[in-house]
């Protein structure tokens, strides 16, 4: 397996330093979307054929997940942006606990390994600890497609009763709209025999990414990016040559580093419907925004108070909720933001407070009253987005801001400091022994 481009996994104590109170200008390119990637690397499993994937982020996520495939049996190679998943000679149907456990994206395994195998074995997922994280709707749409499905010690292991080892199609609702769920029961149901109806469908941009993937391989799905998708599966599925979507949670990470800082750039590719609330709020605050082709070009002087609700797709998205409320922290008036996808997602709002952030906390509510200047002091990232989040308002910060918890930043993000520098950031890397 070569998998050299990600970046290392952090066996150091590293950290960001970043310099604030500079202006940004430029252009900001945007990688391929980690989320989208994750899951389209899962589906590898369904064909012996090689799948190629273009347009893929060097992130440690990656990387976890090409190490969950090898150990499946998947030849895995990388070069540059390019990926090659070889499917051919799957000897496993159960990834190991070790690597599992850090990726909450392995868990898409268990659909296309229960699909093409017959049985899987798959461990509860890990990830960054922003809240609960329920497989309950992907077990209940495995076991309306015909799947046995049992949880002990930790693991599901689900099987396909019958000589034939394969999935039936059926009629699922899901009760909460579920990315993972939806994404897991659409491969599940690209082998399966029969029709499938997923009611209630996640309706994110990355569903609709997986769809035209199945499709490029063979199989038979509409109806992606609405509530009610439907797959027609079939015997078998082919390797294909996709390009990944642009990461919208990255483009957009890039416009409110420019609002943040009273700047211009131009941040691309983007698929603006992508981004549609996130567009809308920054309007609201006070940003120019001029779309050319695939290019955003955003301009801001001044932001204004404003609040805002994370709701699943196309609602404002919870990914970009921590780096939102830094800018608001730096806002004219009072904002309030609500977190309702995640219970834990507003750790971010102490270590904003530490660098003079005026934030109260009430459950899932933050009131955030806007202050002239931020002052930069050592932080912690708690998760992915809140590590963006810390970064941003060092830019924005008197002094120097020290952000650690990288090893969250570089899960979502590749090299975000060498791409702000481009630009005119000041953010140096350091590492010291653990």
């Known amino acids: 397996m070569t998998l050299s481009?990600?970046?290392?996994?952090?066996?150091?104590?590293?950290?960001l330093e970043v310099s604030g109170g500079l202006k940004l200008s430029g252009e900001l390119?945007?990688?391929?979307?980690?989320?989208?990637?994750?899951?389209?690397?899962?589906?590898?499993?369904?064909?012996?054929?090689?799948?190629?994937?273009?347009?893929?982020?060097?992130?440690?996520?990656?990387?976890?997940?090409?190490?969950?495939?090898a150990a499946l049996g998947v030849r895995v190679t990388r070069q540059g942006d390019c990926i090659d998943l070889d499917g051919e000679h799957i000897t496993q149907a159960a990834p190991p606990y070790e690597l599992v456990n850090s990726l909450r994206?392995?868990?898409?395994?268990?659909?296309?390994?229960?699909?093409?195998?017959?049985?899987?074995?798959v461990p509860l997922p890990g990830g960054c600890q922003i809240g609960s994280r329920p497989v309950v709707e992907h077990v209940k749409g495995l076991k309306a497609l015909g799947?046995?499905?049992?949880?002990?010690?930790?693991?599901?292991?689900a099987s396909v009763p019958g000589r034939s080892k394969r999935l039936k199609?059926?009629?699922?609702?899901?009760?909460?709209?579920?990315?993972?769920?939806?994404e897991t029961l659409m491969m599940a149901a690209a082998l399966?025999?029969?029709?499938?109806?997923?009611?209630?469908?996640a309706l994110e941009p990355e569903v609709i990414d997986l769809a035209r993937l199945l499709n490029a391989m063979g199989c038979r799905v509409r109806g992606a990016g609405t509530p009610t998708i439907v797959i027609n599966g079939v015997p078998t599925l082919h390797g294909t040559d996709y390009a990944v979507i642009p990461d919208r949670i990255e483009a957009g990470t890039f416009l409110l580093a420019a609002a943040i800082t009273r700047s211009t750039l131009t941040v691309g590719p983007v698929i603006?419907?992508?981004?549609?609330?996130?567009?809308?709020?920054?309007?609201?605050?006070?940003?120019?925004?001029?779309q050319d082709g695939t290019n955003l070009t955003i301009s801001a002087e001044s932001i204004q108070a404003l609040d805002l609700r994370t709701m699943p797709f196309p609602g404002f998205p919870t990914d970009l909720q921590a780096p939102f409320m830094s800018l608001l922290a730096t806002a004219n008036g009072t904002s309030v933001v609500v977190e309702t996808i995640f219970e834990n997602r507003l750790q971010h709002v102490a270590e904003l407070q530490r660098m003079g952030a005026s934030i109260r906390l009430q459950g899932n509510t933050a009131c955030i009253e806007g202050v002239a200047r931020l002052s930069g002091a050592p932080v912690r990232g708690t998760d992915l987005r809140a590590s963006a989040a810390m970064v941003l308002a060092g830019l924005a910060a008197d002094g120097v801001t020290t952000v650690r918890g990288l090893e969250f930043l570089d899960r979502g993000y590749a090299?975000?400091?060498?791409?702000?520098?481009?630009?005119?950031?000041?953010?140096?890397?350091?590492?010291?022994?653990?």
Do not use: W, Y
């Open 272 to 290: 603006p419907e992508h981004l549609g609330a996130v567009l809308t709020k920054l309007d609201e605050a006070g940003c120019r925004l001029v």
């Open 415 to 434: 090299n975000l400091e060498g791409k702000l520098n481009a630009v005119g950031a000041r953010i140096r890397r350091l590492s010291d022994p653990a």
């Open 169 to 182: 199609g059926g009629h699922i609702h899901l009760d909460c709209p579920s990315v993972g769920a939806t």
């Open 105 to 121: 994206a392995s868990f898409f395994c268990i659909g296309p390994l229960l699909a093409r195998m017959g049985t899987a074995q």
């Open 192 to 201: 399966a025999d029969g029709e499938t109806v997923i009611d209630n469908a």
């Open 29 to 69: 390119r945007v990688s391929g979307a980690k989320n989208s990637a994750l899951v389209l690397m899962a589906a590898c499993l369904l064909s012996r054929d090689t799948l190629r994937l273009r347009n893929v982020p060097p992130l440690t996520d990656i990387t976890a997940m090409g190490e969950i495939l």
């Open 5 to 15: 481009a990600a970046p290392a996994l952090q066996l150091l104590d590293s950290r």
């Open 147 to 157: 799947a046995q499905v049992s949880i002990e010690h930790g693991v599901v292991t």
